[in-house]
């Protein structure tokens, strides 16, 4: 049978939809509780809407009993202090799963390159059922910053970077696409991270607010470039050395974002 998907998110794995009036709303990621969790990078999370409503970022599947990313509890007190964050979370009216507000500290591109990984958003989601995606809302005006997002984790030939200024909000189907986030700058990123089931809901929500499913990549220099592929090589090698000198199977993916 399959899964249901956007058509939008076909062609690339994304879309950039128009940019929000971040500067209308006050600045609730500071006010709500984070908790650390180890991701790609330096990172902390907010959850807003989690497994059982409790302030904790797992994978729904890691709870008993175990389910897919979908039907997130909100979590009240958390919600109380960020009431914008999540009726923006709420206009698609799509199912919910996850709903966190991410804090990444500044990074390099070859940080990124490293920090490349899929989701598993889609772990025990029942065949027939709507696909789940993430949005990506940035918070804070990381105008230097960008998301890469990479069809295989390795090959630069097919490489996405999209800017993150405050407002800029993504939809990406991060069990598709490898991804991470170049951070510059001196202080932490913020970005409302969701995941949504793939629907009409959320087909409607991307063509309201005119998803565009290519943007002009970021500059970045060529030798940056080269030199973060090189170095994203020799992570990987030593890593795998790290591991084969320990008598043990690599652990493959990154720690699920
Ligand atoms: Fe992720």
């Not at 995606?133 to 984790?153: A, M």
């Amino acid at each position: 049978m399959g899964y249901t998907k956007s058509a939008a998110l076909e062609e690339t794995g994304y879309v950039v939809l128009d940019r929000y009036n971040q500067e209308l709303d006050p600045q609730e990621w500071q006010d709500i509780e984070f908790v650390d969790w180890k991701s790609s990078g330096e990172t902390q999370f907010a959850p807003l809407a989690s497994a059982k409503g409790e302030i904790e970022v797992n994978g729904f599947w890691n709870h008993k009993p175990p389910r897919t990313d979908k039907d997130g509890v909100w979590i009240p007190s958390q919600v109380e202090k960020a009431p914008n964050l999540v009726r923006r979370a709420l206009e698609p009216g799509a199912n919910v799963g996850r709903c966190r507000v991410i804090e990444l500290q500044p990074n390099v591109y070859a940080d990124t390159l490293y920090n490349l990984h899929q989701d598993d958003n889609n772990r025990l989601n029942p065949d027939g059922t709507g696909w789940v995606v993430r949005g990506f809302f940035n918070l804070t005006d990381d105008e230097d910053s960008y998301f890469v997002l990479r069809e295989n984790r390795t090959d630069p030939s097919v490489e996405y970077r999209i800017a993150l200024p405050a407002g800029a909000q993504l939809i990406i189907d991060t069990q598709r696409l490898w991804h991470a986030a170049t951070h510059t700058g001196s202080e932490p990123r913020y970005c409302l991270i969701t995941s949504w089931e793939s629907g009409p809901e959320l087909d409607a929500y991307i063509a309201k607010h005119n998803g565009v499913s290519r943007v002009t990549d970021v500059e970045v220099p060529q030798d940056v470039l080269d030199a973060g592929q090189a170095e994203q090589s020799r992570r990987i090698a030593a890593r795998a050395a790290f591991y084969a000198a320990k008598g043990e199977a690599e652990k493959t993916a990154m720690s699920e974002a």
